[in-house]
């Protein structure tokens, strides 16, 4: 399986920029979906994950401006992200939750100026 996450840039902080994953398979078949952030000299964290459903739950860092969403259909995850901060600086990856090690992709690296 591929995921190949992309959207990412510079933007200044308060701005928005929204992310893509796409998948190489149907993403119908994972229960949940999930969108990661590596800050440099930081651990990878999970930011936001929702269920084949439609549920959502973030991370308390990103809730209220970060929205997630996918397309069965489309086998695609996207990330919205509103007004951003300097902390959210990071490479962003998409993976299935719990993630699988093999399915990490490049991430899209996303920069936010203060």
């Known amino acids: 399986v591929q995921l190949q996450a992309s959207g990412g840039g510079l933007v200044q902080a308060g701005g928005s920029l929204k992310l893509s994953c796409a998948v190489s398979r149907s993403i119908a078949s994972f229960n949940v979906m999930g969108w990661y952030r590596q800050a440099p000299g930081k651990q990878r964290e999970l930011v936001a994950r929702?269920?084949?459903?439609?549920?959502?739950n973030y991370s308390g860092s990103v809730k209220g401006r970060f929205t997630v969403s996918r397309d069965n259909a489309k086998n695609t995850v996207d990330l919205q992200m509103n007004s951003l901060k300097p902390e959210d600086t990071a490479v962003y990856y998409c993976n299935v939750y719990p993630y699988v090690d093999d399915y990490w992709g490049q991430g899209t690296q996303v920069t936010v100026s203060s």
């Open positions: 929702i269920t084949r459903g439609g549920s959502t």
